[in-house]
């Protein structure tokens, strides 16, 4: 069985009666789903960061005055691909789970049964062509953030070479550029630093024999089950994070407090490997820096993708569920930005062809700027960590979303 296709499945059997109180349990179960995902998607880019600061304060004082990094250059480097490899695999299923809940959503108010109404839910070439575009997009933005990390990295290794050589009177512009020329990809990486914790691995959702009696004899209640584990997963994940930060932060002040009761007896590879720990655990490893400026941090910049892309396959798959709806409305919620302010709360058209209303794809940044003026050709969110859902404009319609 694929990927997604248990999720489809037990969508299909919860909504198969095609009563209201069954598609809500569909769409809850959807959403936390997605929700657990997403969540495992920061985990994952958080980690990784934490796992790469590990691997940097590793270094000897030997290797920094040698300017030997290669092998902590190496390791930092299989780190991130693991990233991108896991990333991509979570980021499907997150975009595959938040289209279904969108489709379900959509077809809220709408009278239908059996075959037709499975047909509805279920992805069709097109959702799935859209599900992959928004993994690659996220695999994309990775590599992005990745390389920049693997740079500053380098960066940062290399300028303490250099610090502690020049402390010692003895660093060369000859043996800088040397540094600065050396490819990365002749850089060899240990298992012992990338195997130093146990990998977490996320598999997808896949139910016993048992369990799929229990789905097909009490559909709600195996999905209400499912919701609240997916919820406690989320609820695990989040305070297992800050427990984790709490701990580097306490581990970084013991850290400190030590360097500089041993200030004086310090070499000068030992005082460079220092304040690059130090500049780490202030500033974690750079990834990003946006039009306004703002520098994000390898883990930050990522999660940003994660909710972004989350937010963006959630309103995807509410607009492209119902080819006959061509009214939509962008739900406002508190504490909404200046930028998303003057589109919350308002009517927009589909097709860009209603007189009375804007074109919805006006909203959205275009994806290819030289490409179409078409919704698939847009971000589907008004800006990065936009929280802004987009719901059919039908006053009927149950929104099962809206909080």
Request: hydrophobic share 35%; charged share 30%; net charge positive.
């Amino acid at each position: 069985m694929s990927k997604t296709a248990q999720i489809e499945t037990i969508v299909c059997e919860i909504v198969k009666d095609g009563k209201v109180p069954s598609k809500r349990s569909a769409w809850q179960f959807a959403r936390s789903e997605s929700a657990k995902l997403e969540a495992q998607l920061i985990e994952l880019f958080q980690d990784t960061q934490d796992d790469i600061v590990d691997s940097i304060k590793r270094i000897t004082p030997k290797k920094i005055l040698e300017y030997k990094t290669d092998k902590i250059v190496g390791a930092v480097e299989k780190l991130l691909s693991q990233m991108i490899a896991t990333g991509k695999d979570i980021a499907f299923r997150m975009t595959y789970a938040n289209i279904l809940a969108g489709k379900i959503q959509s077809i809220a108010s709408v009278s239908l049964h059996g075959d037709e109404l499975l047909n509805r839910i279920k992805l069709n070439k097109a959702d799935i062509d859209r599900v992959n575009r928004i993994a690659n997009d996220v695999v994309e933005n990775l590599k992005k953030g990745a390389s920049l990390a693997l740079s500053s990295v380098k960066a940062m290794l290399q300028k303490a070479s250099i610090q502690a050589n020049a402390t010692r009177g003895n660093a060369s512009l000859e043996t800088q550029e040397k540094v600065e020329q050396t490819p990365m990809s002749n850089s060899t990486a240990t298992e012992d630093i990338i195997n130093s914790r146990a990998k977490k691995t996320y598999k997808e959702i896949a139910l016993t024999s048992e369990e799929l009696e229990r789905l097909k004899s009490n559909p709600r209640q195996f999905a209400s089950e499912l919701a609240k584990l997916n919820s406690k997963s989320v609820q695990t994940i989040r305070s297992s994070y800050f427990k984790k930060q709490n701990e580097r932060k306490r581990q970084a002040g013991i850290e400190k407090a030590k360097a500089t009761v041993n200030k004086e007896n310090q070499s000068s590879g030992e005082k460079a490997i220092l304040e690059m720990q130090a500049t780490l655990d202030k500033n974690g490893v750079f990834a990003f820096s946006d039009a306004g400026g703002k520098k994000w941090t390898l883990g930050g910049y990522c999660s940003m993708i994660a909710r972004t892309s989350s937010m963006r396959s959630t309103n995807l798959g509410e607009v492209f569920a119902d080819d006959e709806c061509d009214l939509y409305y962008i739900v406002p919620h508190a504490g909404s930005c200046p930028i998303c302010s003057k589109y919350e709360g308002k009517v927009y058209s589909r097709s860009g062809k209603d007189p009375r209303y804007p074109p919805l794809a006006s909203v959205f940044g275009k994806i290819d700027p030289n490409g179409t003026n078409d919704l698939d050709n847009t971000y589907l969110t008004i800006h990065p960590n936009c929280r802004h859902k987009i719901v059919k404009y039908t006053k009927k319609s149950p929104k099962f979303g809206k909080k």
